[in-house]
């Protein structure tokens, strides 16, 4: 798998993690229409993330973070796609159970919104269990 990496510099230890304070990137920085798509883009502010200090990092050590490439699209599809096919999934259940069959009532509003709650819901379980989470956290590769 591909890693994704940035450099940074840590700025705090805390037990068996460090703060690593790194630049925060933009899908624009390739582009020739740079800021064209999104003027109000964040890219260039910092970012502070805690990650796991196998490395035995300290303050002030410039190290190196990864991800990996496969974890950040699985993740965005998590995040974006379950609740979207849940609630879209929920409204046409609701107007199937909708009296006449109509999907245009407020039983199929309702359906929509348990659909939506069901799919943050997945979304809540799947990213706060031990194992599922910790894979898809940055990493130290490196000290520089």
Same mark, same amino acid.
């Given at each position: 798998?591909?890693?994704?990496?940035? $450099? %940074?510099?840590?700025?705090?230890?805390? %037990? $068996?993690?460090? =703060?690593?304070?790194? &630049? /925060?990137?933009?899908?624009? @920085?390739?582009?020739? =229409? =740079?800021?064209?798509?999104?003027?109000?883009?964040?890219?260039? =502010? $910092?970012?502070?993330?805690?990650?796991?200090?196998?490395?035995?990092?300290?303050? #002030?050590? /410039?190290?190196?973070? @990864?991800?990996?490439?496969?974890?950040?699209?699985?993740?965005? &599809?998590?995040?974006?796609?379950?609740?979207?096919?849940?609630?879209?999934?929920?409204?046409?259940? #609701?107007?199937?159970? !909708?009296?006449?069959?109509?999907?245009?009532?407020?039983?199929?509003?309702?359906?929509? *919104?348990?659909? *939506?709650? !069901?799919?943050?819901?997945?979304?809540?379980? +799947?990213?706060? /269990?031990?194992? &599922?989470? &910790?894979?898809? /956290?940055? +990493?130290?590769?490196?000290?520089?």
């Amino acid at each position: 798998m591909a890693l994704l990496l940035e $450099e %940074g510099v840590v700025v705090g230890v805390d %037990g $068996e993690t460090v =703060q690593v304070r790194v &630049a /925060r990137g933009s899908a624009c @920085g390739g582009c020739s =229409q =740079q800021g064209a798509c999104n003027p109000l883009d964040a890219a260039g =502010q $910092e970012i502070v993330i805690r990650v796991d200090n196998h490395l035995d990092a300290r303050p #002030g050590q /410039r190290v190196v973070v @990864g991800v990996e490439e496969g974890m950040v699209l699985r993740g965005a &599809a998590w995040i974006y796609v379950l609740p979207l096919v849940t609630f879209f999934s929920g409204y046409w259940f #609701g107007g199937k159970l !909708a009296p006449g069959g109509g999907g245009e009532s407020g039983v199929a509003i309702v359906g929509a *919104l348990i659909g *939506l709650i !069901a799919g943050l819901g997945g979304v809540y379980w +799947r990213f706060h /269990r031990a194992g &599922a989470s &910790a894979a898809y /956290r940055p +990493r130290l590769v490196k000290a520089l």
